[in-house]
């Protein structure tokens, strides 16, 4: 196991299962390191099958530098034949941005859930099988709440809420969503589960 105060590496925790954890704020050094660890631990599966938990609940907005680094430990598992899939769980909009992005340009996106959901990522992680055809489930995407609520914190103004031209965009489920999500208080803090 790797441990640095900012991030986490692990591959003993859960068989098949590269677990990281990344908190607060990461310069672009540190990003660097997480990569290196994350690709060794990749490097460690040996050919075996694995899927990645990631915990991003308590990191702080990565500048762009950093997400570019992020980006490499993505790509290098999207290069593996026995990558299966990820699960990212996410507390704020930002991040699942930041992810999401880096997601489709690093080319996991076809096997990836980014969810504030913590359960729905552990369901996830157990039933995606990514092969080089593509994904063996279809929840690899964006949870949509998440998805509305990213969209939406990019569209509101400095009050906090949706104009009626940001309702409208949306649509009237989206905003509704985005309504639910934002009084939901698993979306403001992460889960003690």
């Known amino acids: 196991m790797t441990i640095r105060p900012k991030w986490k590496v692990d591959t003993t925790s ?4 590269i677990r990281c954890v990344m908190a607060g704020v990461v310069d672009v050094d540190e990003m660097k390191d997480f990569v290196a660890a994350h690709n060794r631990a990749v490097d460690e599966m040996r050919g075996a099958d694995y899927r990645v938990w990631v915990d991003l609940r308590e990191l702080e907005t990565l500048r762009p530098e950093a997400t570019e680094v992020m980006e490499q430990a993505k790509r290098y598992s999207s290069k593996r034949p026995n990558f299966r899939g990820s699960a990212v769980l996410v507390s704020r909009a930002t991040i699942l941005l930041q992810h999401q992005r880096t997601s489709i340009s690093g080319g996991v996106i076809d ?3 980014l969810s504030e959901d913590e359960e729905e990522c ?10 080089r055809s593509g994904p063996k489930t279809g929840r690899a995407r964006s949870h949509p709440r998440a998805s509305v609520r990213a969209r939406a914190d990019a569209r509101k103004g400095a009050t906090g809420s949706l104009s009626r031209t940001d309702t409208a965009e949306l649509g009237p489920a989206g905003a509704e969503a985005w309504r639910r999500s934002s009084k939901s208080a698993a979306w403001a803090k992460p889960s003690t589960t």
């Open 14 to 17: 859960m068989p098949g299962v």
């Open 111 to 113: 096997s990836e859930l």
């Open 122 to 131: 552990k369901r996830h992680l157990a039933s995606v099988n990514r092969t």
